[in-house]
Nanobody, 126 residues
Framework: QAHVVESGGGLVQAGGSLRLSCAAS????????MGWFRRAPGKEREYVAG????????YYADSVKGRFTISRDNAKNTVYLQMNSLKPEDTAVYYC???????????????????WGQGTQVTVSS
């Protein structure tokens, strides 16, 4: 059974940084794009960033572009989300997930992702 586990969340002041990790197991994740999503209190889950299976192509929501960086290490089956210049509005539970289609370009549509983790809480204080 494939699954992913997120880690690295915490409490940080506005302007600070955090790096989230997403460890995957149970399948050949190096063949699949990956995505990060988040859900803030009282809001719908939203797309944050995506990365192709090779790591050569990355994609970002406008709200995080220039501040967040997604990367992956296929040898470790791990995807990262480096978050800089954090803002209070970045407060949310962050989730990673595996894009459903092998070799495909990961989209921003959450229903095209499988194997969601339990999430990691990120809280940014003002």
């Amino acid at each position: 059974q494939a699954h992913v586990v997120e880690s690295g969340g915490g409490l940080v002041q506005a302007g600070g940084s955090l790096r989230l990790s997403c460890a995957a197991s149970g399948r050949t994740f190096s063949n699949y794009g990956m995505g990060w999503f988040r859900r803030a209190p009282g809001k719908e889950r939203e797309y944050v960033a995506g990365i192709s299976w090779s790591g050569k192509n990355t994609y970002y929501a406008d709200s995080v572009k220039g501040r967040f960086t997604i990367s992956r290490d296929n040898a470790k089956n791990t995807v990262y989300l480096q978050m800089n210049s954090l803002k209070p509005e970045d407060t949310a539970v962050y989730y990673c997930a595996v894009y459903r289609y092998s070799g495909g370009v990961p989209t921003s549509r959450d229903y095209e992702y499988d194997y969601w983790g339990q999430g990691t809480q990120v809280t940014v204080s003002s």
